[in-house]
């Protein structure tokens, strides 16, 4: 079973005029010959399919495409959908009714959304020649995920996941996590990260992909599993005053056979509307990176990449940060009311509250 795993796919302001007219060849280049080999192409949709122009309440911005876009996603040769992520729901329970209604249309199947918590967290399973593979779809909390009384996507639950893990684990040959959580644009994992995706390895995972970060992030083998620490865009065409790294992924490709699971990094590029293969000396920039990066993993180097990264991150997280919603976000009308948005906001998500306990130490360390 040969399993083709990308990260998050948007069809973003000018590229989604190219999913209208069905242009799979021009949108995926090189690599959709990869799609249509695999047996199963799995992608994250990091927006909702809907027409509807009522937006949730938020921070960041609204992301949406045609419902139209489905079709051309499944011409390409993809056949399953990731949904557990912070953008799905971002046009409501409408937003996301237009979408699932356009996944059923267009024959694509969709996984981590339910009708509430407990239903967002069915596992999925495939099964090819004797081989079954279970996927826990899982997300962060921001905006978008499920609770008792609401529909949306499988929400984190330290407790609850890694039960998830260990009973899809009774039921098929290998489990894979997609996990839509980590700070955008660090190229480390924070220590909960970390912690928590070797747990989901101990607990059965084979394969644990992190899928938020829009960069490609850390690597590394533990106790037999595979842990990508951010697997990059897959076809997002760039928003305004993002990093370089934006424009480079990796596509994970999955072997599973009844006697053994591997792993392939395929490096990606993006270019406009377009992406394709990274080839020459861009496949060993992006894989010596990695590689590097994976050492500081082994080595506990990515210890001071992540602080790092955190320090370049503090001007985001002081107390006026809300303020500067106050010209782009409708739903905040004063400077209190901003700061209440915003620090509710990174008190709820987790990639967020990495950051500040990383920012805002405890001022007493030495217990004198």
Not at 150 to 162: A, K, Q
Not at 202 to 219: F, K, P, R
Request: aromatic share 10%; with cysteine; net charge negative.
């Amino acid at each position: 079973m040969k399993i083709f795993i990308g990260a998050d796919i948007v069809p973003y302001k000018e590229s989604e005029q190219y999913f209208l007219q069905n242009k799979t060849e021009y949108l995926f280049t090189d690599v959709l010959p990869l799609m249509k080999a695999a047996d199963y192409v799995i992608l994250n949709l990091e927006c909702a399919l809907t027409d509807s122009e009522h937006k949730i309440k938020k921070c960041g911005p609204h992301l949406k495409a045609s419902p139209e876009c489905a079709k051309t996603m499944k011409l390409a040769g993809v056949t399953h959908l990731a949904l557990a992520n912070n953008h799905v729901f971002d046009f409501g329970i409408e937003g996301l009714d237009d979408t699932i209604e356009a996944l059923d249309k267009n024959g694509l199947k969709y996984m981590g959304i339910g009708k509430n918590d407990t239903d967002s967290r069915r596992p999925y399973y495939i099964e090819q020649n004797g081989v079954k593979v279970g996927f826990v779809n899982v997300c962060e909390h921001e905006y978008s995920y499920a609770t008792e009384d609401r529909m949306g996507c499988n929400p984190i639950d330290p407790y609850l996941t890694m039960h998830d893990i260990r009973e899809t684990k009774k039921n098929c040959d290998y489990v894979i996590v997609l996990y839509h959580g980590g700070k955008e644009h660090s190229e480390y994992p924070s220590p909960r990260l970390l912690r928590l995706c070797r747990e989901m390895v101990e607990c059965g995972a084979n394969v644990v992909l992190t899928q938020h970060s829009h960069c490609i992030g850390s690597y590394e083998e533990y106790c037999g599993g595979h842990i990508l620490y951010g697997q990059g865009n897959f076809h997002f065409a760039h928003m305004s005053d993002v990093p370089e790294n934006w424009y480079t992924s990796l596509i994970t490709e999955v072997n599973a056979t009844k006697d053994n699971l591997s792993v392939k990094f395929y490096p990606v590029v993006l270019n406009g509307s377009q992406i394709s293969l990274a080839k020459g000396e861009k496949v060993k920039e992006i894989m010596s990176s990695l590689d590097k990066r994976t050492e500081q993993i082994k080595n506990g180097e990515w210890k001071k990449g992540w602080l790092d990264f955190v320090e370049t991150e503090k001007d985001n997280y002081d107390c006026d940060y809300g303020v500067k919603y106050l010209n782009v976000n409708p739903y905040v009308s004063t400077p209190e009311d901003a700061r209440r948005n915003v620090f509710t906001h990174f008190l709820d998500c987790e990639a967020h509250t990495d950051v500040l306990r990383e920012l805002f130490v405890s001022w007493n360390k030495t217990n004198k």
